[in-house]
């Protein structure tokens, strides 16, 4: 069905060329052809008056007989070319808002999956949309982790209704839900079968960088990308970590100063902290313009979720509209700073300065090597590439580390006994002194706590692919244009997987690491999979222990009754109304 499809596509576009060709041709024959000089008519037949004029009156009809064919013949053209385009993009339309949603939802209806039947262009987004707006508003019990109804609230609609094997329609494109760890481990594996989704023009305006490429151009980047991410780097940059939890944790201890406690929302302080360290370990000292571009770029978040919950409208962008300014305006803004950044220190370099050893120094060095290496600028990246990859720092490594440890002090406010233990670990490996990089990997208790925050709240919720080639995964056969969720937070808490307590706080399941705790499986997957997975796990993991390290060794802490629980997805999965808690100093 599917290559006759593609046949009559073929068929219909070769006519449409043909008979434009022929139009063509025609049209230039017609400007050839002109009727023959009045002299040689009359040299043959003499020149009588009255011969002369019938021969003018033949002339004349004549005349007006081949303009008029010209002329109808360049209308039949022009209308016959507006037609046939017209055609071509109407066929298109047509194809991707119904043929091909009803090919496509035939073929996996008849392997077995459920879903609601497809509706023209929205296909479930309304309802999606709803369904997310509703969950928003209804909190959870403080000690509830069963979270899922609330940060996909969509999905877990459709599995009650459908079982585990469906599909949701995200506009024209049905989604299917891959919950096999062996098929997902597929899934992350083949890459190039099963690749990131193509941005919308909206989206590619907060970040178009490594983490929306797929093919030669994600492989280049990541390749220019990896050695600023090498444990020998993070190493480091670990000072500068230390410098922005320093800075963290004074205004706490300022905070608690008088009466040794006081309740303390620590949701903003956690946001800023790893936007500081991400300024600092991307810019070095230009960091001050870093947290610029970071408030700007957590607007633009915003802006994006929002759109995102809609179809998108081919066009819609270039409306006046006041979100549309501002994101406009907000891009401006941000490519115009960070290029400053890039300049001055591309001068720098070329001036012979030492590189800095910051995120963009040892990218802009990498680029060079590798445009040097290769003898051809086209194996490097562009400034405008630069830009992008910065922007991608803040929106891949800001907030999600937030989230990390937002959530992992939600934990140990709520398991006091999980607090003590890692605290006494801390104290046993630093006492109150500064932090060593090599002391950090010794904080087993910290990392085991940390892995089962990430499994009960992992910071991306799921991650989305599209086919790009018809694939058999399993048993299932499927089509080009079909989009996957792996929805890490389900798999996090399938009780067939993790067992019966899988909804438990138990950072023991990690006591002999995540090989034993998965035996293997890809079965817990927080920072992805596969040649794509997370550049900066490592970056993440070692900013989340230091500054997990220094609070703990200066404060104890609970939850104020004034929290409420409510993980929301903002692109990350947030506490909606922050995390105020009772800090006490020690
Ligand atoms: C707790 C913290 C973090 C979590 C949970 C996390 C999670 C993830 C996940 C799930 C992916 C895979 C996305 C996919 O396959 O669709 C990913 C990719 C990525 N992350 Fe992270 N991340 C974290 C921190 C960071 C940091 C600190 C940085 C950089 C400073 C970073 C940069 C990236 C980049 C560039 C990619 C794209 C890699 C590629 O496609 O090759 N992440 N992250």
Redesign the pocket.
Known sequence: MQLLMLLVELALLELVFMLLLILQQMKKLLEQIKPPERSTVVDLIGTTNEIERKIEYHFFLSNMLADSIFKLFVAVFEVGQEFFISLIYAWKLLNWAWFKPRKLDKCLRQQGLKGNSYKLIFGDLKELSKSVENAKSKPLNVSDDDISPKVLPYFIETIKKYGKNCFIWAGPKPMVCVREPEAIKEV?TKYGVYQ?VELTPPTKLLAH???S?NEDK?AK??KI?NPA?HMEKIKNMLPVFHLSCSEMVSQWKEAVTEKGSCELDIWPYLERLTSDV?SR??FGSNYEEGRKIFELQKEQAEHVTEVSRTLYIPGWRFLPTKRNRRMKEIEKEVQAMIRGIIDKRVKAMKAGEANADD?LGILLESNFKEIEQQGNNDFGMTTQDVIE?CK??YI???E??S??LVWTIILLSRHPDWQARAREEVLQVFGDGTLKFDGLNRLKMVTMILHES?RLY???EA???RVTTKTKLGELILQEGVMLTLP?LLVHHDKEIWGEDALEFKPERFSEGVSKATKGQMTF?????G???????N???I??KTALAMILQRFSFELSPSYTHSPQSVITMQPQYGAPLILHRL
């Open positions: 992350l990131k960088g490594i983490i490429y994600w980047h990541r990308l991410f991400i370990t991307a995120l990859e991608v720092f891949a490594g800001q999600t580390t989230v990390l990430l992992p910071p991306a991650l989305t692919r890490i997957f927080p920072f992805g999979g040649p794509r997975i997370c550049i900066g796990l970056f993440a993991m900013e989340a």
